[in-house]
């Protein structure tokens, strides 16, 4: 009795980590799970609702929306994962400098954070992307730098939290150098703080990309992509809805479980950090 | 005293990120690909008189300084130039869009109001019931649901599959706006709700354990004064901070909702200036976000003052 309470109340719990599961899946097998070619046109087929050969139906030109949907995993869920972790890295170096040294390093960083912090990451990249023409990459790169700086605020403070303690003090007295200490001593601690933040970045870039793609930008034309095939599907609302329905949902599902997860790790991380600090 | 200091700070504080964004914002005609003659030309076909009367224009034979000096003049005139593709003056454009923008903005700020406020307070006053439980999941899906992809599903569901609402155009007089432009609404304000009921919930959290509330509720006050006078002021200083970001998700969410359901206003504009290069345009568009963004943000900080008297003689440091 009490193990099957347990266990439904781990239930709520696994949707999301099953549901990215079957997205990662989807995304290691690509085209070789997929039922059709994801690029083949069938121009005697088109924009036909859900049937058992085309469990999605298929689009304007005849291609069948559910390998599209498959084969674009590996790209939904590689671009923000480079985004999150390119901000990771970059906000973990550049906070703990800043959180570490101090004094001019600091302030100079700090008033470059502020300045940036309040900007609309997506906005400036619809710009930037839309006027240079510069493609996925640039699109990647605008939003690595324009997520960076909110992040750095996190480690910084994280560190300012930290570089006091007892441990920190005692390293520095025992004549332990600046790099170890950052890196081996006070990196550790910072590092829950890092990681939470890391899956609710792969969220706002994973939204971001398909926004981009959705209004025409970044993406090129005909690739499998969900935010583009939102755009390109939507003309055929009346026709086959589960076309434009089906990556809209899926989207959705991938960026909620994402952030749940993150939310989940966030509170054993903080739960943990409660514990250490106690003993 | 005090006030004016913290006043005089924030304002140059705001002046000086003007000021850069501005030469940033500038700085978007000589970055972009191509010369600026022929950025500025457009499609238009390029005679020796045509290319004088541009390089005339815009100061293109002066230092790029000085060329950022008149242009800010000019600005700070509202003039932003013509639209390189349809020759109309920039500020002309911006006006005939902002209506539907600001029409779409409101609607949506009242729903986040109406719903998101009430839903945080009572979930954070009964923690841990299912009410709570419900607020707290369907804040975190829907801080993380893309607004295009939400607007679309409700397209799909409310205006193809049930036929209550109309799919595209932003409607005639009051009542057809407010028919046309329910969907939108309700998609932007999804992101909106997510966040300002989670800080209000938590805000309510912290307030509920106070002093002052139990003894509110020993001496036998009304639920509504406990919860209206004294929780809901409280709360309000977390809850405006909020304000900023959900004003720069709703800037973001307006490009997105206004592509998804084709309704012309300021964020349509955008992506249609965007994608033809319409250099002019985008300036004016985005330098009228960043003054937005600024000035929200300097309200906020005055917020503070007139609700907590803390703020007011700490100095708001």
Known sequence: MRARARIARKVPGAIPVFALGLVVIAALGGDWLAPYDPGAQDLANTAMPPSGAHWLGTDDLGRDVLSRLVSGARIALLGPAVVAIGVAVLATVIGLLAGYRGGWVDSAIMRGVDLVYAVPPLLVAIVVVGVFGGGYPLAIGVLIALSVPADVRMVRSAVLAQRNLAYVESARTVGVGRGRILFTHLLPNVLPTVVANLLLTFVSALVGLAALAFLGLGVGTGAPDWGRMLAENKGMLDLNPAAMAAPAVLITVVAASVTLIGDRVYDRMAARGRDVGRA | ???????????????????????????????????????????????????????????????????????????????????????????????????????????????????????????????????????????????SAPPFAVGLLLLTVFGVGLGWFPVFGAGEGFAGRVEHLTLPAVTMAVAGVAIVARQTRAAALDVATKDFVTFAEARGLPRSVVLGRYALRNSALPVITSAGLVLAMSLTGAVLVESTFALPGLGSLLVESVSTKDIPVVQGLALLTAALMIGVNLVVDLCYLGLDPRVRHSGGA
Not at chain 2, 7 to 12: A, H, Q, S, T, Y
Not at chain 2, 67 to 93: E, I
């Open chain 2, 1 to 143: 005293m005090y006030i004016l200091a913290f006043l005089g700070k924030r304002l140059f504080a705001a002046a000086v990120t003007l000021l850069v964004t501005s030469f940033v914002v500038f700085s978007l005609l000589a970055a972009s690909p191509g010369s600026p003659e022929q950025t500025l030309l457009g499609s238009r076909p390029p005679t020796p008189e045509l290319i004088a009367a541009i390089r005339a224009r815009y100061h293109l034979d002066d230092p790029f300084l000085s060329r950022f000096w008149q242009w800010l003049g000019d600005v700070v005139q509202m003039d932003f130039g013509r639209s390189v593709r349809s020759g109309q003056p920039v500020t002309d454009m911006l006006s005939e869009r902002l209506d539907v923008t600001l029409a779409l903005g409101v609607y949506a700020f009242l729903l986040v109001l109406v719903i998101a406020v009430p839903a945080g307070l009572s979930a954070g006053i009964r923690r841990g019931s299912v009410l709570d439980r419900g607020v707290t999941l369907t804040a975190l899906v829907g801080v």
